[in-house]
């Protein structure tokens, strides 16, 4: 069976601080990962994919499979960076396991 | 630009109701998809389908079915409402099994 964790329901920082959202997965095979994120009033996109290894909007994401695990950094935090994220992770029959979210406030 | 549609934002529906929510996608995607998305569950996929006709069961398809007789359009069925079945849900549509394209979502409340 595969399984995504988010441990933080709601994370709250402050404008120009760090951020890392916390993604946990279970498979027992080799994962694909991805970070999704809904901004308010906007419908559902893909951020980053951890296979292309790119940067999207200051944010990074590493697979350690060591750890199992795929954290969303960014170093300096935004206000527009506040919204719902979402870890997920395709296995081998090809469905998205979404985890249950985590929601970030960037206080001004 | 991909473009799922919705066929509604909001809907309120009576228990026992049948319900249809239409989902339709203009980029001739093979893979179509619907979630439900509930505060502190995250989303939840009920059904995929990866053809015309075709369909597999999500995660959680118990009173739910779908319908695709034509590539561009998934249907969802509730079959006969019921309140804990009061949920946003999403539509997505993929071409791989890679980035899936959501819809703007339907909030469906059942009273």
């Known amino acids: 069976a595969q399984r995504v964790t988010q441990p933080e329901k709601l994370l709250s920082v402050f404008k120009g601080a760090p951020v890392e959202l916390k993604c946990n997965y279970s498979y027992s095979g080799s994962p694909e990962l991805f970070w999704y994120v809904q901004y308010s009033r906007q419908r559902l996109q893909l951020l980053l994919r951890h296979i292309s290894r790119e940067s999207i909007k200051g944010f990074t994401a590493d697979l350690n499979k060591g750890e199992t695990s795929f954290h969303l950094k960014k170093p300096f935090a935004q206000e527009e960076d506040s919204a719902m994220y979402y870890c997920a992770l395709k296995g081998s029959n090809y469905k998205l396991t979404f985890g249950k979210g985590t929601l970030l406030t960037v206080n001004p | 630009d991909v473009k799922v549609t919705q066929s509604s934002r909001y809907l309120v529906k009576r228990t026992g109701e049948k319900v249809f929510l239409e989902c339709v996608q203009d980029?001739?995607?093979?893979?179509m998809f619907w979630y439900r998305q509930d505060p502190g569950l995250g989303l939840r996929l009920i059904y995929f389908s990866y053809d015309v006709k075709m369909k597999e069961k999500g995660d959680i398809p118990e009173g739910y079915s779908v319908s695709r007789e034509k590539k561009e359009r998934f249907s969802l069925i509730l079959e006969s409402a019921s309140t804990n079945q009061t949920s946003m849900y999403l539509c997505a549509s993929s071409l791989t099994w890679d980035e899936q394209y959501f819809g703007p979502g339907t909030r469906l409340t059942v009273t």
């Open positions: 980029m001739d995607h093979e893979n």
